[in-house]
T-cell receptor, first 111, second 108 residues
Framework: DTAVSQTPKYLVTQMGNDKSIKCEQN?????MYWYKQDSKKFLKIMFS???????INETVPNRFSPKSPDKAHLNLHINSLELGDSAVYFCASSPDSYEQYFGPGTRLTVT | AQRVTQPEKLLSVFKGAPVELKCNYS??????LFWYVQYSRQRLQLLLRHISRESIKGFTADLNKGETSFHLKKPFAQEEDSAMYYC??????????FGEGTQLTVNP
């Protein structure tokens, strides 16, 4: 049973396109997150939702818009993709605001 | 503001040698500290958290509040320990702050 899943696993697209990444967790956790891992493997939080409400919104370009249709899902939509958006995006969920469970990552390549 | 520093981006040891991955933090309150590990092309997974004080895969980490450190140690490194290791700090609330990570390579 996959706890936190993301689709797609790989995404290759051209600059200027709009794309979405989906995340689902079946752990019953209230809190979900999006992280960006850059080419130097630095991991930075982007957003966090608790029970469908946005609670963390880091300094992220407004081309990035998270959406949480229910507490088991947190999707990430990116408009007007740029070369610098190329990274691995990790979704995570948490039961208690401390330990986090990560998805397998989505490797986004913008050409 | 909370901050986590891992001074070594790369660490290379031989199999059977002791290994220590350094982590320092700054936080004014009482932190929760964690070590996460990412094996090649896999998801991050929790390795250990300081409050549980357990040893996972032979790794231990002790929180030293005086030195604001949470170094990860293993007495005898194995090749399968090669991975990216992240130290992380959680304050009250929902935020985990990660260090920049240390890539550990254990050579045969």
């Amino acid at each position: 049973d996959t706890a936190v899943s993301q689709t797609p696993k790989y995404l290759v697209t051209q600059m200027g396109n709009d794309k979405s990444i989906k995340c689902e967790q079946n752990l019953g956790h209230d809190t979900m997150y999006w992280y960006k891992q850059d080419s130097k493997k630095f991991l930075k939080i982007m957003f966090s939702y608790n029970n469908k409400e946005l609670i963390i919104n880091e300094t992220v370009p407004n081309r990035f818009s998270p959406k949480s249709p229910d507490k088991a899902h947190l999707n990430l939509h990116i408009n007007s993709l740029e070369l610098g958006d190329s990274a691995v995006y990790f979704c995570a969920s948490s039961p208690d605001s401390y330990e986090q469970y990560f998805g397998p990552g989505t490797r986004l390549t913008v050409t | 503001a909370q901050r986590v520093t891992q001074p070594e981006k790369l660490l290379s040891v031989f199999k059977g040698a002791p290994v220590e991955l350094k982590c320092n933090y700054s936080y004014s309150g009482s932190p929760e500290l964690f070590w996460y590990v990412q094996y090649s092309r896999q998801r991050l997974q929790l390795l250990l958290r300081h409050i549980s004080r357990e040893s996972i895969k032979g790794f231990t980490a002790d929180l030293n509040k005086g030195e604001t450190s949470f170094h990860l140690k293993k007495p005898f490194a194995q090749e399968e320990d090669s991975a990216m290791y992240y130290c992380a700090l959680s304050s009250s609330g929902s935020r985990l702050t990660f260090g920049e990570g240390t890539q550990l390579t254990v050579n045969p």
